[in-house]
């Protein structure tokens, strides 16, 4: 007994150490939940709470409110302690929502989250009803940030209620079995899931899994042969579906990528495409690649797939450049309006419109001047030489 205490004050004196450090609202918000609850359990809360409301009758609403006002200071403080990024979060909160509300009953599949994000966005930036504040923190999330919206959009809010009616029965379970620390473990992701994407990394999703595992199995040999079939199942699954060789193989042709080139590392990309052609990151730069060696219409072929698989508005920005150096004046113009919604706080896709609006074959005087006026005024994230190279050579085109 002594030495599961010394083991158990120095794992936590360790999660101690780490919270504070990671500077992660989710995890302190999780931890104090959870604890507390574990707390309460262990020493009967809801008996206590009840002869204390009894016998203190008068002081009830007193305390009440005084704690509802020290919890919403504290969310307050919690929400300045990083305002930038929580406005982030109510944003995207807001457009997965809409795209929700899109498809609420089938979703968008499996690794659909990203395509339906970015579609949504585009949407709501192109309606013109947003604020400073949202054009700011927009970007170009992989994950929702809140694991419940995340099942909704890539398989349905019916799906949804399936998976929280399952966690809801292993969590009675729990209890019925006395199983209060794992109890309070599912809690603690629970609580994290709300603000963050744990269910996205393979290490915290067994770790649920295993926790549910153990609030189920109690004494039972059924249910434990259950879960050992479950995880020679997912194991079977992940070691078929292993990426490892490939992406080493990717890291090799990305370095020839990176240091300019092209050729010799579309012949790498070629050869990986099988393998890693759902992978966002890998379709844009193969497709960079082509366009960078003036296969335009390859390269837009495989931005197209891209943008199954990312919302990033570079995509949209190549797409652009492609059809522009086709002749496809009408339908660059598209693309690169679509990049300006889908990311208005972006200084990029307004000068390529500069530069497709100054085509002798397009020239569009009216529109260049706007677009010219949002380079030169639109207040950048990061002040780069990029921004002043774009400037200089905006006025050049004015001129």
């Given at each position: 007994?002594?030495?599961?205490?010394?083991?158990?004050?120095?794992?936590?004196?360790?999660?101690?150490?780490?919270?504070?450090?990671?500077?992660?609202?989710?995890?302190?918000?999780?931890?104090?939940?959870?604890?507390?609850?574990?707390?309460?359990?262990?020493?009967?809360?809801?008996?206590?709470?009840?002869?204390?409301?009894?016998?203190?009758?008068?002081?009830?609403?007193?305390?009440?409110?005084?704690?509802?006002v020290i919890i919403a200071a504290s969310?307050?403080?919690?929400?300045?302690?990083?305002?930038?990024?929580?406005?982030?979060?109510?944003?995207?909160?807001?457009?997965?929502?809409?795209?929700?509300?899109?498809?609420?009953?089938?979703?968008?599949?499996?690794?659909?989250?990203?395509?339906?994000?970015?579609?949504?966005?585009?949407?709501?930036?192109?309606?013109?009803?947003?604020?400073?504040?949202?054009?700011?923190?927009?970007?170009?999330?992989?994950?929702?940030?809140?694991?419940?919206?995340?099942?909704?959009?890539?398989?349905?809010?019916?799906?949804?209620?399936?998976?929280?009616?399952?966690?809801?029965?292993?969590?009675?379970?729990?209890?019925?079995?006395?199983?209060?620390?794992?109890c309070g473990g599912v809690i603690s992701?629970?609580?994290?899931?709300?603000?963050?994407?744990?269910?996205?990394?393979?290490?915290?999703?067994?770790?649920?899994?295993?926790?549910?595992?153990?609030?189920?199995?109690?004494?039972?040999?059924?249910?434990?042969?259950?879960?050992?079939?479950?995880?020679?199942?997912?194991?079977?699954?992940?070691?078929?579906?292993?990426?490892?060789?490939?992406?080493?193989?990717?890291?090799?042709?990305?370095?020839?990528?990176?240091?300019?080139?092209?050729?010799?590392?579309?012949?790498?990309?070629?050869?990986?495409?099988?393998?890693?052609?759902?992978?966002?990151?890998?379709?844009?730069?193969?497709?960079?690649?082509?366009?960078?060696?003036?296969?335009?219409?390859?390269?837009?072929?495989?931005?197209?797939?891209?943008?199954?698989?990312?919302?990033?508005?570079?995509?949209?920005?190549?797409?652009?450049k492609n059809y522009q150096a086709t002749?496809?004046?009408?339908?660059?113009?598209?693309?690169?309006?679509?990049?300006?919604?889908?990311?208005?706080?972006?200084?990029?896709?307004?000068?390529?419109?500069?530069?497709?609006?100054?085509?002798?074959?397009?020239?569009?005087?009216?529109?260049?001047?706007?677009?010219?006026?949002?380079?030169?005024?639109?207040?950048?994230?990061?002040?780069?030489?990029?921004?002043?190279?774009?400037?200089?050579?905006?006025?050049?085109?004015?001129?």
């Open positions: 007994e002594q030495g599961k205490y010394y083991i158990s004050s120095g794992v936590l004196l360790l999660i101690f150490c780490v919270l504070p450090a990671g500077m992660s609202r989710s995890a302190w918000l999780a931890t104090i939940v959870s604890g507390l609850w574990i707390y309460g359990m262990h020493y009967s809360w809801g008996t206590r709470l009840r002869k204390m409301i009894k016998r203190y009758k008068k002081r009830v609403f007193p305390v009440a409110a005084i704690g509802g969310g307050y403080a919690l929400f300045f302690l990083k305002a930038d990024s929580a406005s982030g979060r109510l944003l995207m909160w807001k457009v997965t929502s809409m795209a929700i509300t899109e498809s609420p009953l089938t979703g968008y599949g499996s690794d659909g989250f990203v395509h339906a994000y970015g579609m949504a966005q585009e949407k709501y930036f192109a309606n013109a009803n947003y604020s400073e504040t949202e054009e700011w923190v927009a970007g170009s999330p992989e994950y929702a940030f809140n694991e419940y919206l995340q099942v909704a959009v890539e398989y349905g809010i019916p799906f949804l209620f399936v998976v929280l009616l399952v966690i809801a029965f292993c969590f009675w379970r729990g209890i019925t079995e006395k199983q209060i620390g794992i992701v629970l609580v994290f899931a709300l603000s963050s994407y744990p269910m996205q990394i393979p290490g915290f999703a067994m770790t649920f899994y295993f926790l549910l595992a153990a609030c189920v199995i109690g004494r039972s040999k059924v249910a434990l042969l259950f879960f050992i079939l479950m995880i020679a199942l997912l194991g079977a699954y992940y070691w078929k579906n292993n990426q490892y060789k490939a992406c080493k193989e990717w890291y090799r042709s990305k370095m020839l990528y990176n240091i300019g080139a092209y050729q010799a590392a579309k012949e790498g990309y070629e050869k990986l495409y099988p393998d890693l052609k759902t992978r966002g990151t890998f379709l844009f730069e193969y497709g960079h690649c082509l366009h960078k060696l003036k296969e335009y219409d390859n390269s837009t072929r495989l931005m197209q797939e891209a943008m199954k698989y990312t919302c990033d508005p570079m995509v949209l920005n190549i797409i652009g002749g496809e004046y009408e339908e660059a113009e598209e693309s690169l309006i679509r990049s300006t919604h889908r990311l208005p706080g972006r200084i990029y896709p307004y000068y390529l419109l500069v530069k497709l609006y100054a085509e002798s074959e397009y020239r569009q005087p009216e529109k260049l001047k706007y677009a010219a006026e949002v380079v030169l005024t639109k207040e950048p994230k990061v002040q780069s030489t990029a921004v002043k190279e774009m400037r200089a050579e905006v006025q050049k085109y004015l001129k």
